[in-house]
Structure formats: C-alpha cells, structure tokens
C-alpha cells in the first residue's frame, strides 16, 4: 500500500493503516531524533512524541503525496523545542559518553571500535557547536541522505539557500571539527 493511501485511510480513522504508517516511519523518525539530541532514551521519547503530534494532526494533512516532508517538518520542530527547552532546563550533571554512544561491539578488533566510537563522539561535538541552522542542513543531508529539494520543503527555504547554507555548514563543522581534534591531541600531550 502507497503513502498517500495509507494517510487518507488513517485520515478516515483506519487504527490498521496507522500502524502501518508508524511501522514504516518509525526508524526515520527515531534516527532524525537521535541525531539532534544524541540519545537514545531521548530519541525514543521524541520519536514518540512526534507520532503523537502526527495522529492529532493526521487529518491536516492536505496533501498525502507529501506525507514524508510533512512528517519530517513536524519531527524536526519537536526536536528543536526539546533541545530550547534542555537549554533553558540544563542538565545538572554531563551525561556519560558510555550513555550517549553505543560502545558494543561491531565484530571488529576493539582498537579500531574506540577509534570509531571516538570519532562518532567527535562529530556529535562538532554538530552541537553548529548554529541550529546549519546543524539542521547537516543533519538532513549529511546523517539522512536527503535531496536538497525535500530539505528545501522541510524547512521552507529555496534550494539556493540550502545548497549555500550546507556549504557554510560544512566549512564550519569542518573548522569545529580541526579545532576538537587539536584540543583533544594537546590533552594527550600534556
């Protein structure tokens, strides 16, 4: 069954056609959930909270062909709120990397694991440094795989402006980056 007859049967009240809708989007929406909050409790939570919007809002959806966007618009909108409100409400202690990273093991030698664990945990420190802006466009693109058009209709701004935006987000991240990974050797030397 398409999207756009899921939507509209789950628009009719179908409680079938909507757990197929969850089903389908569920990973989608958890893996853009993690990679605004890097957690996965939190990212459950989120991605619970948007399916939660999205059934309330189901019947607003005027064009079921553009489903996907829609979803994704609202998803992104319940992970910037979280992330003002975290922000308003900090933490009272740091959470441990061993919580935020899955540390099991891939089958490989744990050498290169910590490498890459090391490297996952880098990055998340780079994208939290980035103006939500450009974190957004790194996200879509970059950790979701998505076209510049459908990020263009997630976030109602012209394709120009995401191509430009993506460039000034990947120069950015990129200097972040160099600048974690220069503080991180200096901690080694000292």
């Known amino acids: 069954m398409?999207?756009?007859?899921?939507?509209?049967?789950?628009?009719n009240g179908d409680q079938l056609a909507w757990e197929v809708l969850v089903r389908r989007y569920q990973s989608k929406i958890y893996g853009i959930a993690y990679s605004y909050v890097g957690d996965r409790d939190e990212a459950r939570d989120l991605a619970q909270d948007t399916f939660i919007k999205v059934y309330r809002r189901i019947k607003s959806c005027r064009e079921p062909e553009h489903f996907?966007?829609?979803l994704i618009r609202i998803t992104r909108h319940v992970c910037i709120d979280y992330l003002r409100h975290r922000k308003a409400r900090p933490a009272i202690h740091d959470l441990p990397v061993d919580d935020v990273y899955d540390l099991s093991s891939?089958?490989?030698?744990?050498?290169?694991?910590?490498?890459i664990s090391k490297k996952?945990?880098?990055?998340?420190?780079?994208?939290?440094?980035?103006?939500?802006l450009n974190r957004d466009v790194i996200i879509l693109k970059e950790l979701?795989?998505?076209?510049?058009?459908?990020?263009?209709?997630?976030?109602?701004v012209p394709s120009?402006?995401?191509k430009s935006r993506l460039?000034?987000?990947?120069i950015e991240l990129a200097r972040i980056l160099t600048g974690l990974i220069g503080e991180s050797n200096q901690g080694m030397v000292s």
Request: aromatic fraction near 4%; include cysteine; proline fraction near 2%.
């Open 68 to 70: 996907t966007t829609w």
């Open 2 to 11: 398409n999207v756009d007859e899921l939507v509209q049967r789950c628009q």
């Open 167 to 170: 460039n000034r987000a990947r």
């Open 106 to 115: 891939t089958g490989s030698d744990p050498e290169t694991d910590l490498e």
């Open 160 to 162: 120009g402006t995401i």
């Open 144 to 156: 979701q795989g998505m076209k510049i058009s459908e990020i263009s209709d997630v976030m109602n």
């Open 120 to 132: 996952k945990e880098l990055v998340y420190k780079g994208l939290q440094k980035l103006n939500a």
